[in-house]
């Protein structure tokens, strides 16, 4: 890759000019070229945002400019913030991250409020989370309902150390970590309520492309995307207590497809959640 701009003629820029150099490179790829650079460079030197605002002539030191530089240069490749910096906020916690994870979207902030409508402050349930990723899910649950306990499965186990340093991290006790696919590593279990957010994109959607950067197998669902979601629906009320809950995140064209599954598979009082922009996200089923 080519690159310009003066940090490479100058190993020692002043902040204000590492951000402008940044800005310039980064006016392509993203949408936000300053806040992205201001983030990167305030996480490069470890400071506050507002430290740059107030430091503008301050001199880098040549190794800061350089770690700058590559953070720059990843982004301007199209590399998500998240996995630059390693933290995505999610349900105002900051999560760590990493490209074995899917990055947290505010769209699941709809799953977890609807599942809290469904679990009293004073439950002292046991939910699964399946397919945990980077937590986002349990943990969120575990944190507003710690009478609770979480049990979340993922099939990497390089996710479920993610997800278990999270758990550490914030000093969220109420979570146990399963390596598994989907109900598998929880037979024999019942659980109050069960939530996922599994891949829904089908193999050849374009927005995959959009996405390369993060894990395949977190996103594509097959031919029609929905071959996660049709496992399942025909599993998870085996892990369910009778008149259990199952909360179930999906793409925003797929509530007939996904509604006609549960029916097929017998879910009772199935419903469609719309997310804070309107779209179709979320379905909820009370075991069969
Ligand atoms: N909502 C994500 C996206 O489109 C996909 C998440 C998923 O497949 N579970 O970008």
């Not at 069960?194 to 089908?202: D, H, K, L, Q």
């Given at each position: 890759m080519v690159r310009e701009g003066p940090l490479s003629l100058n190993e020692k820029p002043s902040i204000d000019a590492a951000i402008a150099s940044a800005v310039s490179q980064l006016q392509d790829s993203s949408e936000s070229p300053r806040l992205d650079a201001e983030l990167l460079l305030a996480r490069t030197l470890d400071v506050q945002r507002s430290y740059l605002f107030a430091h503008p002539n301050d001199e880098m030191d040549s190794a800061a400019a350089e770690r700058f530089d590559n953070a720059v240069v990843q982004r301007a490749d199209g590399m998500p913030m998240a996995y630059i910096t390693g933290i995505k906020e999610f349900w105002s916690m900051p999560l760590i991250v990493s490209p074995v994870t899917l990055i947290p979207r505010p769209d699941t902030e709809t799953l977890i409020e609807q599942a809290l409508g469904r679990i009293p402050r004073n439950a002292e349930w046991e939910i699964a989370d399946l397919g945990t990723g980077s937590g986002a899910i349990a943990l969120a649950l575990a944190k507003e309902r710690p009478l609770c306990q979480l049990t979340a499965t993922d099939r990497s186990e390089d996710a479920l150390a993610i997800a278990a340093q999270n758990a550490r991290?914030?000093?969220?006790?109420?979570?146990?970590?399963?390596?598994?696919?989907?109900?598998?590593?929880?037979?024999?279990?019942?659980?109050?309520?069960?939530?996922?957010?599994?891949?829904?994109?089908?193999?050849?959607?374009?927005?995959?492309?959009?996405?390369?950067?993060?894990?395949?197998?977190?996103?594509?669902?097959?031919?029609?995307?929905?071959?996660?979601?049709?496992?399942?629906?025909?599993?998870?009320?085996?892990?369910?207590?009778?008149s259990g809950s199952f909360l179930l995140e999906h793409g925003d064209a797929q509530e007939e497809p996904v509604a006609a599954i549960l029916q097929d598979n017998g879910w009772q009082d199935i419903g469609l959640i719309r997310d804070i922009e309107g779209r179709p996200r979320v379905t909820a089923a009370i075991r069969p």
């Open positions: 991290e914030l000093g969220i006790p109420n979570i146990e970590f399963v390596a598994g696919n989907w109900t598998e590593p929880l037979a024999g279990r019942a659980f109050d309520v069960v939530v996922s957010n599994p891949p829904y994109i089908a193999s050849d959607d374009p927005h995959l492309m959009s996405l390369r950067f993060e894990p395949l197998d977190a996103l594509d669902a097959g031919d029609d995307g929905l071959d996660a979601i049709r496992n399942l629906a025909s599993t998870a009320a085996t892990i369910l207590k009778p």
